[in-house]
């Protein structure tokens, strides 16, 4: 009896170990296909920059009382893109989708809310290692870019990192000061990495 309840548990462990093998395969399957068509798609977008950036598309600082530009987006593959996010410090360079779906994520990062004409522009993505996976360990005071697809490009600063839950997807959208934030799922899903950046002083 003994022997038999032993090994069901060792064929139960067996049995897990081969599932968690198998989902890390299919995540970095997953993952390295995303890249690759982030990669692509980001140097699409960089063809067809101006070679000059917009001199007059200053942010208006949330200021709802002044004219508020639309963001530019370019059409990939039926796709709209609204630019270019690079993050240095982990060797990022994807491409933004104008509005966010749980398809759309499998390809790139995506804009959950807001504009960089208003300081308050929201940028979700998977956690995936070739997207945000990076975005749990990096540093405070890390550079961020946004080059809009217009030509003009944002300098960021990482300020803060905080952890949210599911049922606080309001704290995503609400400015509090920040004009950039970054989301992604911690792995199991059930709490958001969210990076919070401001505008350099340059």
Known sequence: MKFRK?????????????????????NNADSDRAGKSAASIAAVIAEGLPTKPAAEATPQNGNLDR???EMETKEIDGALYIGILEIPALELTLPVRESWSYDALKLSPCRYSGSYYTNDLVICAH???????????????????????????????????????????????TPDGWDLTLFTCYIGGATRCTIRCSLAEN
């Open 127 to 173: 956690n995936y290692a070739s997207h945000f996976n990076g975005l749990r360990t990096i540093a405070m005071g890390e550079d961020v870019y946004f080059t809009a697809v217009g030509g003009r490009t944002y300098h960021y600063v990482i300020t803060n990192r905080e952890t949210l839950n599911p049922d606080e997807a309001e704290r995503m959208s």
């Open 6 to 26: 032993s090994t069901a548990l060792i064929l139960s462990g067996v049995l897990l170990l081969l599932g968690a093998a198998g989902f890390a395969v299919y």
């Open 67 to 69: 004219f508020v530009p």
